[in-house]
T-cell receptor
Framework: DVKVTQSSRYLVKRTGEKVFLECVQD?????MFWYRQDPGLGLRLIYF???????EKGDIPEGYSVSREKKERFSLILESASTNQTSMYLC?????????????FGPGTRLTVL | DQQVKQNSPSLSVQEGRISILNCDYT??????FLWYKKYPAEGPTFLIS?????DKNEDGRFTVFLNKSAKHLSLHIVPSQPGDSAVYFC???????FGKGTRLHILP
């Protein structure tokens, strides 16, 4: 049973705090992704990683950074949390290769920044 | 610039009837398209995909149609069931760019 896990389902932080969101997958996937989901805006890509130590900016990387030191783990970092980063954060992974490969998503972390 | 667009935020369909969810795209470089289904408080789950070289792909009650000249794809669900009530996202590869989603309500 494939699995993508996220460190917290719910998180409340204060403005200015440094926030770490952790994502772990057990499928040996090369590609990992971080999205945020907001009402009326759908899923927007923040960062993605094609492999260990590789990262690329998505559509909305401002205010975020990422770390991929091990293949199974992809961390999203909010250097100084702000109220407009209150959102549902979703991590996903998939295998790489020429053929179509579906993404597997974690359950999400609902982050509230006060 | 929104590369994948779902212009209908919500759709209501009678149980047993056909649900048709639409999606338009602007990026002609997508090699394939995917549909995901999302329930509240859960991550999206993969539903069905289609390669850009095909115009139809069918899997049980779900069929996706691709019209490349119109840059349009649609997901058909026949017959619609109560468990189909969810938000549906279409997406284009390779970074998996999602549309904003359509909330489908199946009415009893």
């Amino acid at each position: 049973d494939v699995k993508v896990t996220q460190s917290s389902r719910y998180l409340v932080k204060r403005t200015g705090e440094k926030v770490f969101l952790e994502c772990v997958q057990d499928m040996d996937h090369e590609n990992m992704f971080w999205y945020r989901q907001d009402p009326g805006l759908g899923l927007r890509l923040i960062y993605f990683s094609y492999d260990v130590k590789m990262k690329e900016k998505g559509d909305i990387p401002e205010g975020y950074s990422v770390s991929r030191e091990k293949k199974e783990r992809f961390s999203l970092i909010l250097e100084s949390a702000s109220t407009n980063q209150t959102s549902m954060y979703l991590c996903a992974s998939r295998s790489s290769g020429p053929a179509l490969s579906e993404q597997f998503f974690g359950p999400g972390t609902r982050l509230t920044v006060l | 610039d929104q590369q994948v667009k779902q212009n209908s935020p919500s759709l209501s369909v009678q149980e047993g009837r056909i649900s048709i969810l639409n999606c338009d795209y602007t990026n002609s470089m997508f090699d394939y398209f995917l549909w995901y289904k999302k329930y509240p408080a859960e991550g999206p789950t993969f539903l069905i995909s289609i390669s850009s070289i095909k115009d139809k792909n069918e899997d049980g009650r779900f069929t996706v149609f691709l019209n490349k000249s119109a840059k349009h794809l649609s997901l058909h669900i026949v017959p619609s069931q109560p468990g189909d009530s969810a938000v549906y996202f279409c997406a284009g590869d390779d970074k998996i760019i999602f549309g904003k989603g359509t909330r489908l309500h199946i009415l009893p």
